[in-house]
């Protein structure tokens, strides 16, 4: 997919640092598993009159984006259109988003928000003579698409169908980094490496934490679970770890065994889902409630929690 960007309001280390973000090669980033980027890369523009350019500001020097602060993306074109921009996660997740207002336009501006999972992230953006409304179900706004080959197939051949039926589209790409804010997760993929080298059987607690009463992961506790996940894909794959769940002092002992084994279970399933990772690779068990009926609401919330605590080196067999 070519790239055409404008610089005008920008310096020309910014121009150059824009330019080579959006020209890197159409290989899935590290840390999509399932190959979605590289089925992708098969969606082609077919409209090169419309001359369409995306100019983004936000990314710091090493193209990261943080998840406290979207990206802003100003969008030009010779002709009016319609704007719909698919983001990628670094767990393959495909996440339309319709940008179609009333009436077609050659220009506009939008945010682009920036959540997790962290890792690297690809951004689409596609400029169509018409609205894709049919990539989005019951005309909806935002629509998952799916995360998998399968899905991104199934997308592919969506839009070569509109095409062949007279749709021109135009398409261009952003890849980038999300991270956290600095502060945000406990640790870095590197000291989770560094520490279980050193604290080898020995609990590392977490900031994965829960909401009051349940098993849901929130926002934070998948940005720290990234963190983990990336780490044992890169070095730790030979690890076996126990994931060991705990709930606070509120309710009763019997009902927080369950609540903290099923947190333990939640992290076990995003981590193999996400990262695939071998399920054999974890065991999962609640150890129930931590604290007494005299802690603070912080304390109770450190303690609606999952630590990890990695084993000696396994054979891959």
Not at 26 to 37: I, L, R
Not at 174 to 193: F, K, L, M
Not at 203 to 211: L, S
């Amino acid at each position: 997919m070519g790239t055409a960007v404008r610089t005008s309001m920008r310096s020309s280390s910014q121009a150059l640092l824009l330019l080579g973000l959006m020209t890197l090669p159409c290989a899935a980033p590290a840390g999509d598993p399932v190959g979605v980027n590289e089925v992708l890369a098969a969606i082609k523009g077919n409209w090169a009159d419309a001359q369409f350019s995306i100019d983004v500001t936000g990314l710091a020097e090493d193209n990261s984006a943080v998840t406290t602060r979207p990206l802003e993306v100003e969008y030009e074109a010779s002709s009016k259109g319609y704007l719909t921009y698919l983001r990628v996660s670094s767990h393959g997740d495909i996440l339309a988003t319709s940008m179609a207002p009333a009436s077609a336009t050659a220009s506009g501006t939008l945010s682009l928000p920036i959540q997790p999972p962290l890792g690297h992230e690809r951004t689409i953006f596609l400029f169509s003579a018409r609205p894709l409304t049919a990539l989005l179900a019951q005309g909806t706004v935002n629509a998952p698409l799916g995360a998998d080959r399968d899905h991104a197939g199934s997308l592919v051949r969506r839009i070569r169908g509109l095409q062949s039926q007279g749709l021109i589209v135009a398409a261009r790409t952003i890849d980038y980094t999300v991270e956290a804010p600095q502060g945000e997760t406990q640790y870095t993929t590197r000291s989770i490496i560094r520490m279980v080298g050193v604290q080898q059987a020995r609990p590392i607690p977490t900031r994965v934490e829960f909401e009051f009463n349940s098993d849901r992961l929130t926002g934070r506790s998948k940005c720290d679970l990234d963190e983990f996940g990336q780490a044992m894909v890169e070095q730790l794959r030979d690890r076996k770890v126990l994931l060991v769940g705990y709930a606070d002092s509120i309710g009763t002992d019997e009902y927080n065994l369950e609540l903290s084994s099923r947190r333990a279970a939640a992290t076990r399933r995003y981590l193999v889902e996400s990262f695939g990772l071998p399920p054999r690779q974890f065991d999962a068990v609640g150890r129930g409630k931590l604290g007494s009926g005299r802690d603070t609401d912080a304390e109770r919330a450190a303690n609606r929690r999952v630590d990890f605590m990695f084993g000696a080196p396994h054979s891959a067999d």
